[in-house]
């Protein structure tokens, strides 16, 4: 299902967004007449090819991992998977060596997608998506408002 390949450089389709009217030289007035729209073309909108993800419990992760999971499908993209299950780690803080002996970390496969549960080692997760042209994924993560646990 996930092979070491490459996705095409054809960018993910924008629709433009409202056009952005720009202040003339007289910040009270507005030029109506000039606009910008921040993507020119669709060639300015490129798609990340490595993404890391961090699940929060119980702040819809489990619907973005799903998102990303159908994404890496459909692009033929490498998602970090365990040998079996569908954690990275349950008991313990994730380590890169949990994927030897897989077929896909036997094989060299370069990864692309981390978004799977696991505990938290960011070392250990930059050892495996870390790219050759030292270039970092992107990483993101879903935060719940914090205050409320404390109350």
């Known amino acids: 299902m996930f092979r070491d390949r ?6 993910i389709p924008v629709e433009p967004s409202e056009p952005q009217l720009v202040p003339s030289s007289n ?27 961090h ?9 973005i991992q799903n ?13 970090v998977l ?25 094989a060299g496969l370069h990864y692309n997608i981390f ?3 696991n505990r938290w080692n960011g070392k250990e997760v930059e050892k495996i998506m870390g790219r050759s042209n030292h270039q970092r994924p992107v990483y993101f993560t879903i935060l719940r408002e914090p205050v ?3 109350r």
């Not at 910040?27 to 490595?50: A, H, R, T």
């Not at 365990?82 to 036997?106: C, D, I, M, Q, V």
Request: hydrophobic share 30%; net charge negative; charged share 25%.
């Open 82 to 106: 365990p040998k079996s299950g569908n954690y990275l780690g349950k008991a313990h803080p994730f380590r890169a060596g949990l994927l030897r002996g897989t077929p896909w970390e036997e």
């Open 27 to 53: 910040d009270n007035d507005i030029d109506m007449e000039q606009e910008q729209n921040p993507f020119q073309s669709s060639s300015d909108c490129n798609p990340e090819l490595d993404v890391v993800f």
């Open 6 to 11: 490459q996705i095409p450089e054809d960018p």
């Open 67 to 79: 998102i990303m999971l159908r994404y890496a499908k459909k692009h033929e993209l490498n998602v």
């Open 55 to 63: 699940k929060t419990h119980k702040c819809s992760s489990s619907t």
């Open 115 to 117: 978004c799977l549960h």
């Open 148 to 150: 409320e646990l404390f």
